[in-house]
């Protein structure tokens, strides 16, 4: 069974950098794509980035000049950078499992990342 | 940018159907994709590529997808079923999502 854990600080100062990783366990991380999803708090969702084991990625232009995406094959691990927060950027943060007929099939339980000074 | 709309809330009675729209323009040319999330949960996939349900998905739950207009069919919707659901489509390569509809099953 699939499982995905993200892990990283629950509170970043406002114009600072959100690093968050995610530990991939139970499953390879190859031939897949790697998802990063947020979900500011009582809102939807907000896709934020993929990225395939090859490294190639895709962002959410809405985001894209603030973001990097990278994975880590050797430890199953893909990360999530995101510089520059607000507090707009509050929100609980998942990893997912994106297959190739594009589904998230495989959620972490989700990280809840606040911005606040 | 593309845009998917779904209705804020949909009440359902035990045991009756609830219907859940999303709609895009021209979604129908698109795959549409239902994510439920109960409180305090990660979502799950209910339903892929408009129409098709993951195995431990029960066959209550259908969809479909036509012209502007993406649909989550609830049948004998149940206590359990009250949630959040998203509806999702890809459209140039970002994956969108709806505002998400809660279904409270009265």
């Known amino acids: 069974q699939v499982q995905l854990q993200e892990s990283g600080p629950g509170l970043v100062k406002p114009s600072q950098t959100l690093s968050l990783t995610c530990t991939v366990s139970g499953g390879s991380i190859r031939n897949y794509y790697w998802t990063w999803i947020r979900q500011p708090p009582g809102k939807g969702l907000e896709w934020i980035a993929y990225?395939?084991?090859?490294?190639?990625?895709n962002y959410n232009p809405s985001l894209k000049s603030r973001v990097t995406i990278s994975v880590d094959t050797s430890k199953n691990q893909f990360s999530l950078k995101l510089n520059s927060v607000t507090a707009a950027d509050t929100a609980v943060y998942y990893c997912?499992?994106?297959?190739?007929?594009?589904?998230?099939?495989?959620w972490g339980p989700g990280t809840l990342v606040t911005v606040s000074s | 940018s593309y845009e998917l709309t779904q209705p804020p809330s949909v009440s359902v009675s035990p045991g009756q159907t609830a219907s859940i729209t999303c709609s895009g323009d021209?979604?129908?040319?698109?795959?549409a994709y239902w994510y439920q999330q109960r409180p305090g949960q990660s979502p799950v996939l209910v339903i892929y590529?408009?129409?098709k349900r993951p195995s431990g998905i029960p066959e209550r739950f259908s969809g479909s997808n036509s012209g502007n207009t993406a649909t989550l069919t609830i049948s004998g919707t149940q206590a359990l079923d009250e949630a959040d659901y998203f509806c999702?489509?890809?459209?140039?390569?970002?994956?969108?999502f709806g505002g998400g509809t809660k279904l409270t099953v009265l």
């Open positions: 990225i395939f084991h090859s490294g190639s990625t």
């Open positions: 997912a499992r994106c297959t190739s007929s594009y589904y998230f099939d495989y």
């Open positions: 999702q489509a890809w459209d140039s390569s970002t994956a969108i």
């Open positions: 590529q408009n129409t």
């Open positions: 021209k979604l129908g040319d698109k795959y």
